[in-house]
């Protein structure tokens, strides 16, 4: 936004009467008071100048707000349908799946993993991963051991784990061993 103003002219100030006002020699005194005169009007248009390009910028700001809110309602949409995604393979996945967050704490698992882990969703989310490291036993049969399960390994790590055999215990008979990979 600009100023506008390029140059001015002066007009002789006529009365109502058809006289006119005839320029007279000025003091010094009154020049500085006309230069004084002609620095609020400056003021002024440089205030005036200045409102317009704050009431543009907020106008720019509310449209920017405006936009994000709505990236912000068209991305938390987006999310929700991806976890509802998420929720339905998790539910229909044949495979056992345990999910962890970064505190290693159990903050999902599938209706597969309840199955073969012998332990309902309730019972594991929001517990530690020691629940079922102490659970784990070697594909003998016998108690894991000191050893980091492949789960552990890989939180540790960041290293995946692949084609690792882990056992758990079968009520009704010899353990369960599994095939488990980790990422």
Known sequence: ?????????????TTQDGHNLEPREVTDDEMATLRDLAAVVMDELELR??????????????RAAEEMLVSIRDNRQSTEKLE????TLLEH???GVVMLGAD?????????AEALLGFRAAELVGCSVGLLRE???????????????????TMRTGVPQRHQIIGVPNPPGAPRCLAEYVR
């Not at 100048?49 to 509310?62: C, D, H, M, N, V």
């Not at 509802?84 to 929720?87: D, F």
């Open 1 to 13: 936004m600009t100023f506008g103003l390029g140059f001015y002219a002066g007009v002789p100030l």
């Open 49 to 62: 100048l200045s409102s317009q390009k704050t009431i543009g910028l907020e106008a720019e700001l509310r």
């Open 84 to 87: 509802g995604i998420q929720r």
């Open 93 to 95: 996945m044949p495979d």
């Open 104 to 112: 290693e704490t159990i903050v999902a698992c599938n209706p597969a």
């Open 135 to 153: 659970r784990c036993l070697a594909p003998n049969g016998r108690p894991w051991g000191p050893s980091p399960t492949p789960m552990m390994a």
